[in-house]
């Protein structure tokens, strides 16, 4: 990497005499630049990227003490060394408490300024290679935090204390085994516009952000989406430290106040009371249940637990086992209904009632089970029998169109040339 110099002295040969007298290619110096005050050595800095200041400490209106305390709070990446033609400590010693990386007077020993570059160039190398992976590393927490919290959440058994500690260590967080943490299942309970998939996760993702400004604020926490496809708030407590639980439900509520309107979606906020690691993946796997058996409230926080869920609570890990070996069967129960209503009107509601599931959850539960969404699914069965019907009698297009689900025929001629690639008519002449 090549750097820039700038030389600052009210004397003309002082500056050609630094300039010119060093051949400064050879100590990684693409650019010198020069500058005969305080003024014009401040419009070099609006111009271009300097490095490496050597300025003279006495000079006319502004001297270099002045603008060492300028390139401080507006260049703090700039190293500058000091010249001067007085031998007064008292100069150095203010020179180096303002931040100036060395000092050195006048005549100026070349051989001696090409050292202090040196060593100046050293240093940016060693700070900037240390900003650099910092600012990666900065960069990755985020990831780094959720991963931990996904393999957190997978386990079927609350961790011991060591492998917390060691589970810790390993994504480099700073949380402690001692740390308590505010669960909040943020659930999606329905979208107020038809989304594709990437769209639904794009949204999903800007949930999240919004969670983060909205409910994290300026508290310790995060939100992460799990590896089950939740999205979950987590609020980070100190043993020293009180968690306002009330004021958290108010930033709840005024987050499904903004989502509903800038995000068009219906959302419920599940908040759990503030545990400790040992109990954290119960009070997980409860917010999960709650979410699961709540089929007629959206829009709503429903804030801590009542005594059905700490009945929820003590049955523990052993609910996702339990889930685990429901999702088949629920699965199934879903197939069914959709072939028996097919000729109706089906919404994801009226599937979640059937099941008794939350719709959120229910539509989380048949993407991760079927790698598809209800609607993708629905249609793909309505298509399926629309072919099947029009290959195989002669009822009119009209009347498949009723029995696969759709009053209107051109909203049915439209949904199947955009499934099958033609018109009704044309795949029945298609197809004798």
Same mark, same amino acid.
């Given at each position: 990497?090549?750097? $820039? ?15 010119? %007298? ?31 200041? !050597?300025?003279? !400490? ?103 204390? !060591? ?51 909205? !409910?994290?604020? %300026? ?74 058996? $709540? ?10 637990? $009542? ?97 696969? %689900? ?6 049915? $001629? ?19």
């Amino acid at each position: 990497m090549m750097y $820039n110099l700038l030389v600052v002295d009210d004397e003309l040969y002082a500056v050609k005499g630094i300039t010119q %007298g060093i051949d400064w290619s050879q100590e990684n110096i693409s650019e010198v630049f020069e500058a005969f005050n305080a003024e014009e050595a401040k419009e070099r800095f609006s111009l271009s990227k300097v490095d490496i200041v !050597i300025c003279d !400490i006495e000079m006319p209106a502004s001297n270099g003490l002045e603008l060492l305390e300028w390139i401080k709070v507006n260049y703090p990446q700039t190293e500058t060394i000091f010249v001067t033609g007085h031998a007064d400590f008292s100069y150095a010693r203010t020179a180096l408490h303002l931040g100036s990386f060395d000092y050195l007077l006048k005549p100026v020993d070349f051989e001696e300024l090409k050292a202090v570059v040196s060593r100046v160039l050293q240093k940016l190398i060693v700070d900037r290679t240390s900003k650099k992976y910092s600012s990666l590393f900065e960069s990755h927490k985020p990831l780094m935090e959720e991963r931990f919290w996904q393999e957190f959440f997978s386990n079927r058994m609350s961790l011991s204390e !060591i492998q917390l500690e060691q589970l810790i260590t390993k994504y480099q967080l700073n949380l402690s085994p001692d740390t308590s943490i505010l669960p909040i299942l943020v659930s999606v309970e329905m979208w107020q516009k038809e989304l594709t998939v990437r769209e639904g996760e794009i949204m999903e993702y800007a949930l999240r952000n919004a969670a983060s400004e909205l !409910i994290v604020k %300026g508290d310790r926490g995060c939100v992460i989406q799990d590896r089950r496809g939740h999205n979950l708030v987590l609020l980070y407590k100190r043993q020293d430290e009180y968690m306002d639980v009330e004021d958290v439900t108010n930033r709840c509520e005024s987050y499904l106040t903004a989502c509903n309107h800038y995000f068009y979606c219906h959302l419920s906020c599940y908040v759990g009371t503030v545990e400790t690691f040992p109990n954290l993946l119960k009070t997980y796997v409860s917010l999960l249940e709650m979410e699961r058996s $709540n089929v007629t409230q959206s829009n709503k926080v429903l804030a801590q637990f $009542n005594l059905w869920s700490q009945r929820i609570v003590s049955l523990g890990t052993d609910m996702m086992q339990v889930e685990d070996k429901e999702q088949a069967s629920v699965i199934q129960k879903i197939y069914d209904y959709i072939d028996e209503h097919l000729h109706e009107e089906i919404s994801r509601e009226q599937i979640a009632e059937h099941v008794h599931f939350n719709s959120a959850y229910l539509s989380r539960l048949f993407r991760k089970e079927t790698n598809c969404s209800l609607s993708e699914y629905i249609l793909k069965k309505r298509m399926d029998k629309a072919k099947l019907l029009l290959t195989s009698t002669n009822i009119k297009i009209s009347d498949i169109s009723s029995l696969v %689900g759709y009053g209107d025929i051109p909203h049915f $001629n439209k949904m199947f040339k955009r499934h099958v690639g033609l018109t009704p008519q044309e795949f029945r002449k298609s197809n004798p």
